[in-house]
Protein backbone atom coordinates (compact mmCIF):
# COMPACT_ATOMS: atom_id res chain seq x y z
CA UNK A 1 0.00 0.00 0.00
CA UNK A 2 2.65 2.25 1.14
CA UNK A 3 4.68 1.63 -2.59
CA UNK A 4 1.05 2.59 -4.67
CA UNK A 5 0.82 5.31 -2.30
CA UNK A 6 4.80 6.53 -3.22
CA UNK A 7 4.11 5.41 -6.89
CA UNK A 8 1.06 7.81 -7.16
CA UNK A 9 2.94 10.44 -5.36
CA UNK A 10 5.40 10.10 -7.22
CA UNK A 11 3.37 10.77 -10.81
CA UNK A 12 1.08 13.10 -9.68
CA UNK A 13 1.34 15.76 -11.96
CA UNK A 14 1.43 13.38 -15.12
CA UNK A 15 -1.62 11.55 -13.63
CA UNK A 16 -3.18 14.73 -13.11
CA UNK A 17 -2.35 15.73 -16.92
CA UNK A 18 -4.22 12.32 -18.16
CA UNK A 19 -7.22 13.62 -15.83
CA UNK A 20 -7.56 16.79 -17.08
CA UNK A 21 -7.11 15.30 -20.96
CA UNK A 22 -9.40 12.64 -20.20
CA UNK A 23 -12.31 15.41 -18.82
CA UNK A 24 -11.48 17.76 -22.01
CA UNK A 25 -11.89 14.68 -24.53
CA UNK A 26 -14.93 14.14 -22.69
CA UNK A 27 -16.50 17.27 -23.30
CA UNK A 28 -15.22 17.84 -26.74
CA UNK A 29 -17.23 14.64 -27.65
CA UNK A 30 -20.40 15.43 -25.47
CA UNK A 31 -20.63 18.90 -26.75
CA UNK A 32 -19.78 18.29 -30.69
CA UNK A 33 -22.06 16.30 -33.22
CA UNK A 34 -18.90 15.92 -35.48
CA UNK A 35 -16.23 15.26 -33.15
CA UNK A 36 -18.66 12.27 -31.60
CA UNK A 37 -19.47 10.64 -34.77
CA UNK A 38 -15.69 10.46 -35.47
CA UNK A 39 -15.23 9.04 -32.35
CA UNK A 40 -17.92 6.30 -32.47
CA UNK A 41 -17.37 5.26 -35.84
CA UNK A 42 -13.00 5.04 -34.44
CA UNK A 43 -15.06 2.97 -31.73
CA UNK A 44 -17.04 0.62 -33.66
CA UNK A 45 -13.55 0.00 -35.81
CA UNK A 46 -11.37 -1.12 -33.15
CA UNK A 47 -13.88 -3.16 -31.69
CA UNK A 48 -14.90 -4.73 -34.98
CA UNK A 49 -10.95 -5.39 -35.72
CA UNK A 50 -10.69 -6.75 -32.32
CA UNK A 51 -13.23 -9.16 -31.98
CA UNK A 52 -12.48 -10.27 -36.07
CA UNK A 53 -9.06 -11.52 -33.74
CA UNK A 54 -10.76 -12.61 -30.99
CA UNK A 55 -12.79 -15.08 -33.55
CA UNK A 56 -9.35 -15.90 -35.61
CA UNK A 57 -8.03 -16.83 -32.42
CA UNK A 58 -10.61 -18.67 -31.47
CA UNK A 59 -11.47 -20.75 -34.58
CA UNK A 60 -8.02 -21.28 -35.63
CA UNK A 61 -7.38 -23.06 -31.55
CA UNK A 62 -10.32 -25.06 -31.92
CA UNK A 63 -9.79 -26.15 -35.80
CA UNK A 64 -8.35 -29.27 -34.53
CA UNK A 65 -11.26 -30.59 -32.45
CA UNK A 66 -13.35 -29.15 -35.22
CA UNK A 67 -11.83 -31.09 -37.81
CA UNK A 68 -11.83 -34.09 -35.94
CA UNK A 69 -15.99 -33.40 -34.92
CA UNK A 70 -16.44 -32.96 -38.84
CA UNK A 71 -14.44 -36.56 -40.04
CA UNK A 72 -17.04 -38.38 -37.03
CA UNK A 73 -20.06 -36.71 -38.95
CA UNK A 74 -19.27 -37.85 -42.27
CA UNK A 75 -18.42 -41.38 -40.60
CA UNK A 76 -21.94 -41.00 -39.48
CA UNK A 77 -23.79 -39.34 -42.78
CA UNK A 78 -21.89 -42.40 -44.50
CA UNK A 79 -23.61 -44.71 -42.28
CA UNK A 80 -26.89 -43.23 -42.45
CA UNK A 81 -27.09 -42.60 -45.89
CA UNK A 82 -26.17 -46.67 -46.24
CA UNK A 83 -28.53 -47.59 -43.93
CA UNK A 84 -31.52 -45.62 -46.03
CA UNK A 85 -30.49 -46.93 -49.42
CA UNK A 86 -30.20 -50.42 -47.74
CA UNK A 87 -33.51 -49.98 -46.19
CA UNK A 88 -34.41 -49.33 -50.29
CA UNK A 89 -32.55 -52.14 -51.97
CA UNK A 90 -33.88 -55.05 -49.54
CA UNK A 91 -35.18 -56.55 -52.77
CA UNK A 92 -32.23 -56.41 -55.06
CA UNK A 93 -30.01 -57.76 -52.62
CA UNK A 94 -32.12 -60.97 -52.31
CA UNK A 95 -32.47 -61.22 -55.40
CA UNK A 96 -28.46 -60.75 -55.64
CA UNK A 97 -27.91 -63.14 -53.29
CA UNK A 98 -30.03 -66.13 -55.46
CA UNK A 99 -28.56 -64.98 -58.32
CA UNK A 100 -24.52 -65.25 -57.12
CA UNK A 101 -24.82 -67.78 -54.42
CA UNK A 102 -22.52 -70.10 -55.55
CA UNK A 103 -19.40 -67.50 -55.79
CA UNK A 104 -17.01 -66.54 -52.91
CA UNK A 105 -18.01 -63.94 -50.39
CA UNK A 106 -15.30 -61.83 -51.38
CA UNK A 107 -16.66 -62.23 -55.20
CA UNK A 108 -20.02 -61.02 -53.57
CA UNK A 109 -18.80 -58.37 -52.25
CA UNK A 110 -16.91 -56.86 -55.55
CA UNK A 111 -19.95 -57.54 -57.59
CA UNK A 112 -21.92 -56.07 -55.48
CA UNK A 113 -19.80 -52.85 -54.99
CA UNK A 114 -19.54 -52.95 -59.00
CA UNK A 115 -23.39 -52.94 -59.12
CA UNK A 116 -23.80 -50.07 -56.27
CA UNK A 117 -21.28 -48.17 -58.74
CA UNK A 118 -23.42 -48.12 -61.62
CA UNK A 119 -27.08 -47.68 -59.82
CA UNK A 120 -25.52 -44.79 -57.36
CA UNK A 121 -23.43 -42.66 -60.26
CA UNK A 122 -23.43 -39.81 -58.26
CA UNK A 123 -21.41 -41.41 -55.14
CA UNK A 124 -17.86 -41.01 -54.34
CA UNK A 125 -15.74 -43.80 -53.78
CA UNK A 126 -16.42 -43.68 -49.73
CA UNK A 127 -19.67 -43.08 -49.99
CA UNK A 128 -19.90 -46.43 -52.51
CA UNK A 129 -17.99 -48.39 -49.98
CA UNK A 130 -20.78 -47.32 -46.73
CA UNK A 131 -23.51 -48.05 -48.89
CA UNK A 132 -21.59 -52.03 -49.39
CA UNK A 133 -20.79 -54.04 -46.52
CA UNK A 134 -17.92 -52.10 -45.31
CA UNK A 135 -18.13 -49.47 -42.09
CA UNK A 136 -15.64 -46.53 -41.99
CA UNK A 137 -13.96 -45.70 -39.01
CA UNK A 138 -12.20 -42.41 -39.19
CA UNK A 139 -8.98 -41.96 -37.29
CA UNK A 140 -6.37 -39.09 -36.56
CA UNK A 141 -2.88 -39.43 -37.49
CA UNK A 142 -0.63 -38.29 -34.53
CA UNK A 143 2.62 -39.82 -36.57
CA UNK A 144 3.66 -40.56 -39.51
CA UNK A 145 7.00 -40.98 -41.97
CA UNK A 146 7.19 -40.91 -45.36
CA UNK A 147 11.18 -40.72 -46.55
CA UNK A 148 12.33 -43.82 -45.03
CA UNK A 149 12.53 -47.38 -46.75
CA UNK A 150 10.13 -48.79 -44.46
CA UNK A 151 7.66 -45.95 -43.52
CA UNK A 152 4.77 -46.32 -40.95
CA UNK A 153 2.04 -44.50 -39.65
CA UNK A 154 0.05 -44.64 -35.70
CA UNK A 155 -3.45 -43.70 -35.34
CA UNK A 156 -5.18 -42.71 -32.60
CA UNK A 157 -7.84 -45.55 -32.56
CA UNK A 158 -7.26 -49.19 -31.13
CA UNK A 159 -8.99 -51.90 -30.26
CA UNK A 160 -11.31 -50.11 -27.91
CA UNK A 161 -12.54 -48.47 -31.12
CA UNK A 162 -12.66 -51.92 -32.82
CA UNK A 163 -9.33 -51.70 -34.71
CA UNK A 164 -7.92 -54.90 -35.65
CA UNK A 165 -4.49 -55.92 -37.56
CA UNK A 166 -4.97 -56.30 -41.25
CA UNK A 167 -7.65 -53.78 -41.71
CA UNK A 168 -7.11 -51.89 -45.01
CA UNK A 169 -6.46 -47.85 -44.42
CA UNK A 170 -7.69 -45.27 -46.77
CA UNK A 171 -8.30 -41.72 -47.47
CA UNK A 172 -10.78 -40.25 -49.68
CA UNK A 173 -8.25 -40.03 -52.02
CA UNK A 174 -6.52 -43.36 -52.47
CA UNK A 175 -5.42 -46.34 -50.21
CA UNK A 176 -2.88 -45.86 -47.20
CA UNK A 177 -1.54 -48.90 -45.69
CA UNK A 178 -3.04 -51.71 -43.46
CA UNK A 179 -2.80 -52.29 -39.86
CA UNK A 180 -0.23 -53.65 -38.39
CA UNK A 181 -0.11 -53.22 -34.51
CA UNK A 182 -3.42 -52.84 -31.94
CA UNK A 183 -2.62 -51.28 -28.81
CA UNK A 184 -6.19 -50.38 -26.69
CA UNK A 185 -6.08 -46.74 -27.96
CA UNK A 186 -3.48 -46.74 -30.64
CA UNK A 187 -2.57 -48.59 -33.90
CA UNK A 188 0.45 -48.10 -36.26
CA UNK A 189 -0.02 -48.61 -40.31
CA UNK A 190 2.25 -50.25 -42.70
CA UNK A 191 2.48 -47.79 -45.14
CA UNK A 192 2.20 -48.83 -49.35
CA UNK A 193 5.87 -46.57 -48.99
CA UNK A 194 7.23 -50.00 -47.42
CA UNK A 195 9.45 -51.65 -49.57
CA UNK A 196 8.33 -55.18 -48.13
CA UNK A 197 4.65 -54.50 -48.78
CA UNK A 198 2.86 -55.31 -51.74
CA UNK A 199 -1.02 -54.33 -52.88
CA UNK A 200 -2.61 -57.49 -55.06
CA UNK A 201 -3.63 -54.66 -58.25
CA UNK A 202 -5.32 -54.13 -61.58
CA UNK A 203 -5.64 -51.58 -64.16
CA UNK A 204 -9.25 -50.64 -64.11
CA UNK A 205 -10.24 -49.94 -67.98
CA UNK A 206 -8.77 -53.59 -68.79
CA UNK A 207 -8.62 -55.34 -65.75
CA UNK A 208 -4.88 -56.83 -66.19
CA UNK A 209 -3.74 -57.68 -62.74
CA UNK A 210 -0.35 -56.30 -61.14
CA UNK A 211 1.25 -55.46 -58.21
CA UNK A 212 2.04 -52.54 -57.02
CA UNK A 213 5.24 -52.49 -55.05
CA UNK A 214 7.22 -49.27 -53.75
CA UNK A 215 10.73 -48.83 -54.34
CA UNK A 216 11.70 -46.93 -51.96
CA UNK A 217 12.86 -43.95 -53.53
CA UNK A 218 10.36 -41.49 -54.35
CA UNK A 219 7.17 -41.09 -52.21
CA UNK A 220 5.22 -39.74 -54.60
CA UNK A 221 5.76 -42.81 -56.91
CA UNK A 222 5.66 -46.70 -56.75
CA UNK A 223 6.04 -49.75 -59.73
CA UNK A 224 3.35 -51.70 -60.92
CA UNK A 225 5.29 -55.53 -60.96
CA UNK A 226 4.81 -58.38 -62.80
CA UNK A 227 2.86 -57.77 -65.46
CA UNK A 228 3.93 -58.34 -69.49
CA UNK A 229 0.89 -57.01 -70.84
CA UNK A 230 1.27 -54.86 -74.09
CA UNK A 231 -2.10 -52.84 -73.72
CA UNK A 232 -0.94 -50.28 -70.79
CA UNK A 233 -1.21 -46.57 -71.62
CA UNK A 234 -0.08 -43.54 -69.70
CA UNK A 235 -2.94 -42.28 -67.81
CA UNK A 236 -4.72 -45.58 -66.96
CA UNK A 237 -6.08 -45.75 -63.51
CA UNK A 238 -4.49 -48.62 -61.22
CA UNK A 239 -6.90 -49.89 -58.23
CA UNK A 240 -7.33 -52.48 -56.15
CA UNK A 241 -7.74 -55.93 -57.24
CA UNK A 242 -10.10 -58.93 -55.74
CA UNK A 243 -7.37 -60.12 -54.87
CA UNK A 244 -6.95 -58.11 -51.65
CA UNK A 245 -8.83 -58.93 -48.00
CA UNK A 246 -8.08 -55.44 -47.06
CA UNK A 247 -9.15 -53.13 -49.57
CA UNK A 248 -12.30 -53.80 -51.35
CA UNK A 249 -12.12 -54.32 -55.02
CA UNK A 250 -11.28 -51.03 -57.29
CA UNK A 251 -10.56 -48.47 -54.45
CA UNK A 252 -8.20 -45.90 -56.23
CA UNK A 253 -3.76 -46.52 -55.83
CA UNK A 254 -2.77 -44.28 -58.68
CA UNK A 255 -2.31 -43.41 -62.12
CA UNK A 256 -0.15 -44.77 -64.85
CA UNK A 257 3.16 -42.08 -65.38
CA UNK A 258 5.22 -44.09 -67.24
CA UNK A 259 5.90 -47.39 -69.64
CA UNK A 260 8.56 -49.07 -70.81
CA UNK A 261 7.85 -52.12 -72.52
CA UNK A 262 11.62 -52.62 -74.15
CA UNK A 263 13.53 -52.18 -71.04
CA UNK A 264 11.86 -55.68 -69.31
CA UNK A 265 12.96 -57.04 -66.58
CA UNK A 266 12.70 -60.71 -67.39
CA UNK A 267 9.52 -60.97 -69.14
CA UNK A 268 7.90 -58.62 -67.33
CA UNK A 269 7.56 -54.37 -68.35
CA UNK A 270 8.33 -51.21 -66.24
CA UNK A 271 5.36 -49.45 -65.25
CA UNK A 272 5.87 -46.49 -63.40
CA UNK A 273 2.90 -44.68 -61.57
CA UNK A 274 1.67 -41.60 -59.75
CA UNK A 275 0.13 -42.42 -56.23
CA UNK A 276 -3.34 -41.18 -55.69
CA UNK A 277 -2.51 -40.65 -52.01
CA UNK A 278 -0.76 -37.36 -50.92
CA UNK A 279 1.49 -38.62 -48.00
CA UNK A 280 2.85 -35.14 -47.22
CA UNK A 281 -0.67 -33.70 -46.03
CA UNK A 282 -2.20 -37.08 -44.18
CA UNK A 283 -3.74 -35.60 -41.34
CA UNK A 284 -6.79 -38.13 -41.38
CA UNK A 285 -7.74 -41.62 -42.34
CA UNK A 286 -10.34 -44.29 -42.51
CA UNK A 287 -10.03 -47.59 -41.48
CA UNK A 288 -11.56 -49.77 -42.99
CA UNK A 289 -13.83 -52.66 -41.42
CA UNK A 290 -15.07 -55.71 -43.67
CA UNK A 291 -17.21 -58.03 -41.41
CA UNK A 292 -16.11 -60.77 -43.34
CA UNK A 293 -12.38 -60.81 -43.05
CA UNK A 294 -12.45 -63.40 -40.53
CA UNK A 295 -14.36 -66.01 -42.28
CA UNK A 296 -12.63 -65.11 -45.50
CA UNK A 297 -9.00 -65.71 -43.84
CA UNK A 298 -10.18 -68.72 -42.04
CA UNK A 299 -11.70 -70.20 -45.24
CA UNK A 300 -8.89 -69.59 -47.07
CA UNK A 301 -5.92 -70.74 -44.08
CA UNK A 302 -8.56 -74.23 -44.45
CA UNK A 303 -7.97 -74.21 -47.98
CA UNK A 304 -3.99 -73.85 -47.63
CA UNK A 305 -3.61 -76.42 -45.04
CA UNK A 306 -5.23 -79.40 -47.76
Known amino acids: MKELINFLYR?????????????CFWLIVNHNTYQRIVVLTSA???????LDMQNWVATRWNLKDENERLLEENAKLHSLLASQIRKNQIDDTVAFDETYANLSQAKQDSLQLAKLSEKFTNLDSLQLLSVSKYQLIPAKVIKHSYLLERNFLTINKGSKQGI??????????????????VSSNYATVRSILHIDYQVASQI????????????????????????????IKVGDTVVTSVANNFYPKEFL??????????????????????????????????????????????????????
Not at 44 to 50: D, E, I, L, M
Not at 164 to 181: C, L, P, Q, R, Y
Open 11 to 23: FRNFLLFLLLEGI
Open 44 to 50: SSVVGTG
Open 164 to 181: EKGMGVITDSGIVGKIEA
Open 204 to 231: KRNGINATTQWDGKDYRKSNLLYTSAKD
Open 253 to 306: VGYIEKVDFTSAKGNFNEVRIDLATDFTRLSYVYVIENQYTPEIDSLEQVTLEK
